[in-house]
């Protein structure tokens, strides 16, 4: 697993136009070993940048990210979920998990193994031969987190994975993440726009600002785990919910004019 720390991150795009404009200031934040953090705020506060960049899909203007691999030694390694589960579709739910150890150059023996373990972990070893066609939403997503986690990443990191999902499905895919995460701890960071998601997910709640994206608040989430539909339904949920909807109104109500520099 992998601690991240993010030290004082600025992102200036510039767009066509060429005009300048500063997605993110200032963002220092630390995720422990093994700690779910869910990062969580209105459109355009600069969420997934901050993940790509945490993900070195996209370089900070200014500040660093550092990931220490409790393993030891040799680069970090990442696992990816985005929305759209990015299956090749004439592969096979075993091809498409098999995938990042083939380009390793894993042994084929090897990483059939693995990839079976990975296809128990999420409940679809019966659906290793179909291709995403033949698979539900929830199961395609279900077969992007084994392939992200195929090759045994210090930090997975997802961002809106369930967004697409219907309401039910993504309820679903909330529990079996919740399942998955603790059977094969990781460390994870989550994006999503669902407060309920985050609170039902989420160790520690990063709320973003806007104009531009800053670190709003913090909050712990201190619900025992395994969290269930039936807690979601409690009062201290429900009182959670209702004050990061308030801190995120409070967010969207100061003036968005995204910062030309
Ligand atoms: N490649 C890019 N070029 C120019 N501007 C960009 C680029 N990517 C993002 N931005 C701008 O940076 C800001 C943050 O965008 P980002 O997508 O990170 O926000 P977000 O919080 O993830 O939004 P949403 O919740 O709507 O997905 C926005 O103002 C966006 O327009």
């Not at 720390?5 to 992102?11: F, G, I, L």
């Not at 510039?14 to 963002?27: D, F, G």
């Not at 373990?117 to 409940?123: A, F, K, P, S």
């Not at 199961?139 to 309401?167: C, K, N, T, W, Y």
């Amino acid at each position: 697993m992998g601690a991240i720390t993010v030290d004082a991150v600025s992102k200036v795009f510039t767009s066509r136009t060429e005009k300048q404009v500063m997605a993110l200031r200032e963002i220092s934040l630390e995720v422990k070993e093994g700690e779910f953090v869910v990062l969580l705020g209105p459109s355009g506060c600069g969420k997934t940048t901050l993940l790509r960049i945490m993900g070195q899909l996209e370089a900070a203007t200014v500040g660093t990210v550092t990931i220490k691999s409790s393993k030891g030694g040799g680069d970090s390694t990442i696992g990816f979920v985005f929305q759209e589960p990015t299956l090749m579709p004439w592969r096979t739910s075993e091809d498409n998990v098999g995938l990042p150890l083939e380009l390793t150059g894993v042994h084929k023996k090897d990483r059939l193994r693995r990839v079976g373990e990975m296809l128990e972990l999420v409940q679809l070893a019966h659906a290793r031969r179909k291709t995403p066609a033949q698979l539900s939403g929830g199961m395609r997503q279900r077969v992007s987190i084994a392939r992200a986690l195929v090759h045994d990443p210090d930090v997975l990191l997802m961002d809106e994975p369930f967004g697409a999902l219907d309401a039910q499905t993504r309820d679903m895919m909330n529990i079996e993440l919740q399942r998955i995460w603790m059977q094969n701890p990781k460390t994870v960071v989550f994006v999503t726009h669902s407060v309920a998601e985050a609170v039902f997910l989420g160790d520690r709640i990063v709320m973003l600002g806007i104009n531009p994206g800053h670190v709003h608040s913090i909050t712990e989430v201190n619900l025992p785990r395994p969290r269930t539909m039936e807690m979601a339904e409690s009062q201290e949920f429900r009182e959670l919910v209702a004050e990061l909807r308030e801190q995120i109104g409070d967010v969207q109500r100061s003036d968005y004019i995204p910062i030309s520099v």
